[in-house]
């Protein structure tokens, strides 16, 4: 499942994560995201979630207030993709609790080091659910560890 | 209290501005404070203000003075403090920036660190944003990780070593045993990792290819293991066990059979098994199947199978889930050429889906009944195609008006129903129709002489109703100019006749000329057959005279030419009137654009390449297609679209007045048992060889093969062809449109003729394709074929 890019976004077209596999000028994300970010919200309720952009094939999932939104190359899974937001949507639920908006933007470095769990380099490291949420927690402790002033 | 607040806290702030201007006030403040306390010593809370320049950097506002933090940060023996630096790194930087390249000796260190938490930081990092040299530097690395290591960090090793491969080629011989070795592990993201870096190496080295077709066994066990596997609560999905590495799985082995009879026989079983055994009734299902499906076809797979994987596609077809049914009409669009039969069993289900309401799945549909137009099903396939094209989104209006009108040139039952569809089309969506339209349409009618009365009557009514559509009304005011002594007769046998007198139809033509509607190619129909029903009427010819001289001094220029002309007509040439004002003679469908032999010379002038007038009536193709194609034996040609991956059938013209015929260079065909190939085109190391076929007294196959001894692939091959006008031709899809360099593959097509009327055959081959960037494009005539014998 090799992405491109990663962009979930709010309802009123306000980034929340970006996450970019291949090397691409701040100019031209900029771009990327307002494209992404107008096609997708432009959709009617019932459409299907893929979409064509340039030579990339978009892929595309509402949960609750958030879109998440991702590039694929021309020949990719479709299906599978959705199934790869999915599976980041249920660890994202599984580490919050419930998960909203609002733990993603207060707590979006975290968002992104579950993601760099999940994904690497644009395609699926690790697919097993378990695994990757006790990687994270080990992490964390690692984190808290390294953060209490006695072990500088 | 703890730090991080801080950072919420900032972050809560923020998100209470109520202005533009106020957020800019408090981000401003915000990097202010940061940049401060970067130019301090460490205090503990460096990681946390890069935390917060992240945040900023995503609402869009500049934050590169971040990205030397990020280096120092990296360096930080502190895990905390490690994990946000590189973060920031993959957002604030990417390989063009030069800090990056400070980077490479941290990563270096940690990649060998005692944390594997570490080292999977640096690999993530390494993955996401590491430049082509970083990529040399530690690709060893990289290569002794994959080999001693947990499978933790085997995984993400794995995934690295594809980027570093992407990145750097050359490197993919360096993780080839490495990646050999890592499929025996047990490990689910191991041997995902293994499997996504395998099909790397093997998409990228044809002889890495080789190799590992041998590991096609092993993977069919792997695949087998996983689809019969009992429930395994780790690793399933909606009831499949693990739908990610299934579907890499399938995907490798689509490579590996690919062109390769001996590894496609090694995978049909297990294909016939995950297509029967995977239950679709959700996405993961579904994932799973259409990947096996999209294998199926690529591979050399026996026709069972192949029919099994469209039955698939047809089942998704009734799908509910709209995503499943767009991707089923996208997978059969690709095959409909090779299967055509079998996509054809679905047909009513696909025409069905024109009706749905999302308009991706609306086009696809389109596409497919396009393709899916046959002799047989021609009729009650217009009928849903025109229903569609009433109720159609205004960007798929000329898309569906061109298919229908080509549909209809090929599949046409008789000229009658030929000629009601395209008059359909034009009053339901006359706007979106292609310029050649009009004269195509006027060398229809003329070539259906029984039907001309029955024509100017429909196309009067269509007048009278309604004349904002300029297509429809100028070829409504041509045949009314052509035809007007039919309509004025009264009587007509297809259809109810009109009682109309002179000067209704005058007046019909005269509202044409003076609405701000018409278009002046469209008043200059309308004036043209104002005066060729001078010689058609009797009463009214002054009326006539008096509508001529006056539009003498009308602004238009082209109009006001027509008019002295047709002046002159009245006053000095009058005896020639009738003679030139006759009626037309059938139009011959091939020649290339030369004004029509009864004009008399200079009288009516000659179009330019924009504006069209009723002389200029031949289909001349949209002017990116090469027109010179059907100048072949002078003039008997035949126009040709040039898609290669649709089979076109050159239009079979109503009336085919014989052409040129020399020799009959096929009388007698035998067939040879090999038959030879000639060599017809020799360029820039591309050569196109020539084989014919001979399988009927008056049909042919001629197969095209084109080869490649450039050191570079050559890309974008198309190859259109054109021969005598009674031939028929028809081409099947090629099989690819990239010729790998050194000869290494080939692209072949093959080419359907019949040549009932034994006309001497020659073919005019066009070839284009994309050669180290550049695209070339040549034409070559052959006039001589290999096998037959005369």
């Known amino acids: 499942m090799t992405m491109h890019f990663l962009l979930l976004f709010s309802r009123q077209g306000k980034l929340r994560l970006q996450k970019w596999f291949t090397p691409i000028p701040e100019r031209e994300k900029k771009k990327i995201v307002r494209d992404m970010t107008t096609m997708v919200l432009g959709r009617k309720p019932r459409s299907c979630n893929f979409l064509h952009w340039k030579d990339l094939k978009i892929v595309y999932k509402k949960y609750a207030s958030l879109y998440f939104c991702c590039g694929l190359d021309a020949e990719e899974n479709e299906l599978l993709a959705l199934e790869v937001l999915h599976r980041y949507v249920e660890l994202l639920d599984k580490y919050f609790g419930n998960v909203c908006e609002l733990d993603i933007i207060f707590n979006f470095e975290k968002a992104y080091f579950i993601l760099d769990e999940f994904l690497l380099g644009g395609e699926v490291q690790e697919t097993s659910k378990q695994v990757v949420s006790r990687s994270i927690e080990a992490s964390d402790m690692l984190q808290e560890v390294s953060e209490r002033p006695c072990s500088r | 209290m703890s730090p991080s607040v801080r950072l919420q806290e900032m972050i809560r702030v923020i ?3 109520r202005t533009q201007g106020e957020e800019r006030g408090v981000i401003q403040r915000e990097c202010a404070a940061i940049r401060a306390q970067f130019r301090q010593a460490d205090n503990g809370t460096r990681s946390h203000n890069l935390a917060k320049l992240l ?25 905390n403090e490690k994990r946000v630096g590189y973060l920031g790194a993959m957002m604030l930087l990417d390989e063009k920036q030069d800090a990056s390249l400070l980077i490479t000796n941290s990563i270096k260190n940690d990649l060998s660190h005692s944390s594997q938490y570490v080292q999977s930081l640096a690999l993530c990092t390494l993955a996401c944003m590491g430049s082509a040299e970083m990529c040399r530097d530690l690709a060893p690395e990289i290569d002794r990780l994959l080999r001693a290591s947990n499978s933790y960090i085997k995984k993400k090793a794995a995934l690295c070593a594809v980027h570093m491969v992407r990145k750097v080629p050359e490197l993919g011989e360096l993780f080839t045993p490495a990646a050999r070795s890592l499929l025996s592990e047990k490990n689910h993201g191991v041997l995902h990792g293994a499997v996504v870096l395998i099909t790397e190496l093997c998409e990228r080295n044809p002889d890495t290819l080789e190799q590992f077709r041998k590991v096609v066994p092993e993977l069919v066990l792997m695949m087998k293991g996983l689809v019969m596997s009992g429930y395994s609560p780790e690793h399933n999905v909606a009831g499949i066990s693990d739908p990610f590495l299934q579907v890499r799985i399938l995907r490798l082995l689509r490579i590996l059979g690919r062109n390769n009879d001996t590894a496609s026989d090694a995978m049909n079983d297990l294909l016939a098994q995950v297509a029967t055994n995977t239950d679709s009734s959700k996405t993961a299902g579904s994932a799973v199947l259409y990947e096996t499906v999209l294998t199926v076809m690529d591979i050399k797979s026996e026709s069972g199978l192949r029919v099994l994987a469209v039955n698939i596609l047809g089942r998704f077809l009734l799908n509910n889930d709209r995503n499943i049914r767009y991707i089923s009409m996208t997978s059969l669009q690709k095959i409909v050429q090779t299967d055509h039969n079998a996509v054809q069993r679905h047909r009513g289900t696909i025409v069905d889906c024109l009706k749905d309401q999302d308009a991706s799945v609306k086009r696809r549909a389109l596409e497919l009944s396009l393709a899916l137009v046959s002799a047989v099903n021609i009729r009650s396939l217009m009928k849903e195609l025109l229903l569609f094209l009433s109720s159609c989104p205004p960007e798929l209006r000329a898309h569906t008006t061109s298919g229908i009108f080509n549909a209809a040139e090929r599949y046409a039952p008789s000229q009658r129903w030929h000629i009601d569809t395209i008059l359909h089309v034009l009053t339901t969506a006359g706007g979106d129709v292609r310029d050649e339209t009009v004269p195509n349409l006027i060398q229809l009618i003329t070539t259906a002489t029984e039907l001309h009365c029955y024509t100017v009557h429909k196309l009067y009514r269509a007048l009278i109703t309604d004349i904002s559509v300029q297509s429809l009304v100028q070829v409504a005011c041509w045949c009314i100019g052509e035809y007007g002594d039919l309509l004025l007769r009264g009587e007509c046998e297809e ?26 190619a469209t008043r200059g129909f309308a004036l043209t057959a104002t005066m060729k029903l001078s010689t058609r009427i009797t009463h009214n010819v002054d009326r006539i005279r008096s509508i001529v001289s006056i539009y003498g001094s009308c602004i238009d220029v082209e109009l006001q030419q027509r008019a002295v002309e047709y002046n002159a007509l009245f006053k000095k040439y009058d005896h020639m009137r009738a003679a030139v004002l006759e009626r037309m003679p059938v139009i011959d469908k091939s020649s290339p654009g030369h004004t029509n032999g009864e004009s008399a010379g200079g009288t009516i002038k000659e179009l330019e390449p924009t504006k069209l007038t009723q002389e200029i009536v031949f289909p001349q193709e949209p002017s990116n297609q090469v027109c010179d194609l059907l100048d072949l034996l ?6 040709f679209q040039p898609s290669p991956s649709l089979s076109s059938t050159a239009p079979g013209p109503a009336s085919s ?19 030879p190939s000639v060599t017809v085109y020799e360029k820039n190391g591309v050569t196109l060889k020539l084989q ?3 399988q009927t007294d008056t049909g042919m196959t001629v197969t095209l093969t084109a080869t490649n001894s450039t050191d570079g692939d050559i890309t974008g091959l198309t190859l259109q062809a054109a021969v005598p006008k009674s031939v028929q031709l028809q081409m099947k899809a090629p099989s690819g449109d990239v010729i790998p360099a050194h000869g290494l593959g080939q692209v072949t097509q093959t080419v359907l003729l019949n040549n009932p009327n034994k006309v001497s055959l020659k073919i005019r081959v066009r070839v284009c394709y994309t050669s180290q960037s550049s695209v070339c494009q040549d034409t070559v005539q052959i006039d001589s074929f290999p096998s037959t014998a005369w």
């Open chain 2, 634 to 639: 002078g003039g008997s040609g035949e126009p």
């Open chain 2, 55 to 79: 945040y900023v950097h995503m609402l869009g506002y500049p934050a590169h003075f971040g990205q030397m933090e990020c280096v120092r940060l990296i360096a930080s023996p502190r895990y």
């Open chain 2, 495 to 520: 259809t109810e006749p009109v009682q109309v007198t002179e000067d209704d139809v005058l007046d019909a033509l005269e509202t044409v000329l003076q609405s701000h509607m018409s278009s002046p």
């Open chain 2, 692 to 694: 014919t076929d001979t």
């Open chain 2, 15 to 17: 998100r209470g501005a």
């Open chain 2, 657 to 675: 007045t014989a052409g040129g015929d020399l020799l009959d260079l096929l009388g007698g065909l035998d067939v040879t048992p090999a038959p």
